[in-house]
């Protein structure tokens, strides 16, 4: 279905409105007038693009004030922003696959952290042999903060396990982590306590962030390395104003998270738990197990995301709540899933 304007909370299709559960705006960013003012001025003073490479002799300090912003939220020793979290995803894995013997992947991942001949983290539920064995080599896990129809951060307590003779790399895709998971947002990358080589995040900022863009967070010698890329130092950066707004709007994250904190607490007190939901207090996705509630739903006027992430894939079928959802809404919501799972 087609719309012709952004689909807050509320989405009109065929002229008749609906209550919108879908998409990526966490935090409900996109129509915030206050964050719209914000990117509005940058762009006024940075422009709506700068198609020059970042190494080039005239640097702009919007990308100082914003990828130092995201070092100190992440809680990573430096970070650089690229033109999304694809790009983020792909020049990791160009630096990595230079200096990494085997690479290892838990669960689906995304396309973005995708490598050919990966092997998997566990063989028949059980950890793959060549994690455990006694050879000496560098090793990379590639990984999703919060893997696909799942609402908790991935378990990486496996690590533990892993042979002392193995060097550890962990790459975290945290596009759906950065801004929701952790204080005020934080994602996983801080929280981390394995003892390991080195950890690196990459993420997509157009999710919770609110602006097209991505990012790349490790240790400071790391992210040198990837700015000393062919790949990064010809390709252009980040929308300079989208760089400035992210430092600028941080008071307006913490209080979007806040208020998305307070919408989820909410819908878990009159949220009656079933086998046809899966749902967490602490992540804004609903998957429903169900596929005849996408129906049921709809008839009730309400629209959530229902499509196929890859043409193979099993439909994907999530409520999204967000920041901006008000308490009536989540009213209607829950109680057409209360009323669905009563019956039951």
Not at 153 to 167: A, G, R, T
């Amino acid at each position: 279905m087609k719309v012709e304007k952004f689909p807050d909370r509320i989405i009109e299709v065929d002229q008749k409105e609906y209550l919108y559960f879908g998409g990526t705006a966490y935090l409900g960013l996109p129509t915030h007038k206050e964050f719209q003012d914000l990117v509005i001025n940058n762009i006024l003073k940075w422009g709506t693009t700068y198609g020059s490479s970042r190494t080039a002799n005239i640097q702009l300090t919007a990308y100082d004030a914003g990828e130092n912003f995201l070092a100190s939220h992440i809680g990573s020793e430096n970070t650089v922003t690229v033109s999304s979290g694809m790009l983020a995803g792909k020049l990791v894995l160009e630096k990595l696959k230079k200096e990494t013997d085997c690479f290892f992947h838990l669960n689906e991942i995304h396309s973005a952290i995708t490598v050919e001949n990966s092997s998997p983290v566990f063989v028949n539920q059980k950890l793959n042999d060549r994690l455990l064995n006694t050879e000496s080599e560098k090793i990379t896990i590639l990984t999703d903060g919060v893997p696909s129809f799942e609402t908790k951060p991935v378990d990486l307590s496996f690590l533990n396990e892993i042979s002392h003779q193995k060097e550890i790399t962990l790459v975290i895709d945290e596009s759906h982590s950065l801004g929701i998971i952790g204080k005020n947002g934080s994602g996983i990358y801080s929280s981390f306590e394995y003892l390991i080589s080195q950890k690196i995040t990459v993420s997509s900022l157009g999710k919770a962030f609110g602006l097209t863009g991505g990012v790349i967070a490790g240790n400071a010698q790391f992210i040198k390395e990837i700015k000393e890329l062919e790949t990064f130092t010809s390709a252009a950066g980040m929308n300079p104003a989208f760089v400035q707004s992210l430092s600028d709007a941080s008071e307006i994250y913490q209080i979007q998270h806040q208020k998305l904190l307070e919408n989820l607490n909410y819908i878990d007190s009159i949220l009656n738990q079933s086998n046809f939901i899966k749902f967490d207090k602490k992540y804004p996705l609903i998957y429903l197990l169900a596929e005849e509630l996408v129906d049921k739903l709809k008839a009730e006027k309400i629209i959530i995301a229902s499509f196929k992430y890859t043409k193979d894939s099993e439909p994907l079928n999530r409520i999204v709540i967000t920041a901006n959802h008000l308490k009536e809404d989540l009213d209607k919501l829950v109680s057409v899933l209360n009323d669905f799972n009563s019956r039951f």
